[in-house]
């Protein structure tokens, strides 16, 4: 029998980034266990620091290494202009 916890590492082993709700019926299905979402929290970490690290997240972290290599490899200098970005409130155009 399988434990809980392997169940729900099975369930995401090719996309961590699956909805609680997704992985809770992926595992009743497969494995007829029923999991809360604090059992996938202990296991993967919350959903929100998880969503984009799957399938899913996969163009964000291409446009972010992408844009990481435009500053020359500097974090310091991408996060100044992240900042730069996020406190313009006339709208994106103008940050480009």
Avoid: P, W
Wanted: with cysteine; charged share 25%.
């Amino acid at each position: 029998m399988i434990n809980k916890r392997q169940a729900i590492r099975n369930v995401t082993r090719d996309d961590t980034s699956l909805s609680n709700t997704a992985i809770k019926r992926a595992v009743k299905t497969r494995y007829d266990l029923t999991i809360e979402s604090n059992e996938i929290t202990a296991v993967l970490g919350n959903y929100a620091d998880r969503r984009f690290s799957g399938k899913s997240g996969q163009t964000q972290l291409i446009l972010a290494a992408q844009y990481l290599r435009q500053m020359g490899g500097d974090i310091r200098q991408a996060v100044r202009l992240l900042h730069l970005c996020g406190s313009n409130q006339t709208g994106e155009e103008e940050a480009l």
